[in-house]
T-cell receptor, first 119, second 117 residues
Framework: KAGVTQTPRYLIKTRGQQVTLSCSPI?????VSWYQQTPGQGLQFLFE???????NKGNFPGRFSGRQFSNSRSEMNVSTLELGDSALYLC??????????????????FGPGTRLLVL | AQKVTQAQTEISVVEKEDVTLDCVYE???????LFWYKQPPSGELVFLIR??????QNEISGRYSWNFQKSTSSFNFTITASQVVDSAVYFC??????????????FGIGTKLQVIP
């Protein structure tokens, strides 16, 4: 099976701009989670999508948003970029289980990440 | 509260030495999973192992071994005869199942391992 893919791999933007990152999960996986990784804060959970619905959300401002399509591909959008948004953005996929069902914790498989630099 | 502590931020060892990466976790749940991931300089987190809270058996995979002790809430990772290719950042993570079907995953801050030839 192909792994998790993320595009683009590298991105340079300026403050105030917006950016959209894309993630394609492993085939058959329906859950996609997004993380922000910075040297000072480590891996911070942004949100999780399952069956086109946001199922879980971390503590990030509303400038960070996402969506998931019917083929489970997900996009993450950051509007009005700030210098502090410079980070590695990682996407992870997992099977996802059944919505609302007794799903045990699952292994998340990560993509290569998108390195975003905000100038 | 869910918490993962990796007290060692950076470790340097000489090639062929053994090294242990520590991971201590906190959780109120009785059912949870623990993970180790490796992040090489390329950035991608590579899954190494998953352990559920009911399985305290230690595991060995080649030069890698894991020691899970619920009594001390620890899930330590040992690399035997380290190699330069082991140089990476290693993350320990804790996952709990929450109502609504989603899981809450908390990562440690990571331990940067440098293996010197």
């Amino acid at each position: 099976k192909a792994g998790v893919t993320q595009t683009p791999r590298y991105l340079i933007k300026t403050r105030g701009q917006q950016v959209t990152l894309s993630c394609s999960p492993i085939s058959g996986h329906r859950s996609v989670s997004w993380y922000q990784q910075t040297p000072g804060q480590g891996l911070q959970f942004l949100f999780e999508y399952f069956s086109e619905t946001q199922r879980n959300k971390g503590n990030f401002p509303g400038r960070f948003s996402g969506r998931q399509f019917s083929n489970s591909r997900s996009e993450m959008n950051v509007s009005t970029l700030e210098l502090g948004d410079s980070a590695l953005y990682l996407c992870a996929s997992s099977p996802g289980g059944l919505a609302g069902g007794p799903t045990p914790p699952e292994t998340q498989y990560f993509g290569p990440g998108t390195r975003l630099l905000v100038l | 509260a869910q918490k993962v502590t990796q007290a060692q931020t950076e470790i340097s060892v000489v090639e062929k030495e053994d090294v242990t990466l520590d991971c201590v976790y906190e959780t109120r749940d009785t059912t949870y999973y623990l993970f180790w991931y490796k992040q090489p300089p390329s950035g991608e987190l590579v899954f190494l192992i998953r352990r559920n809270s009911f399985d305290e058996q230690n595991e060995i995979s080649g030069r890698y071994s894991w020691n899970f002790q619920k009594s001390t809430s620890s899930f330590n990772f040992t690399i035997t005869a380290s190699q330069v290719v082991d140089s990476a950042v290693y993350f320990c993570a804790l996952s709990e199942k929450k109502s609504g079907g989603y899981q809450k995953v908390t990562f440690g801050i990571g331990t940067k391992l440098q293996v010197i030839p």
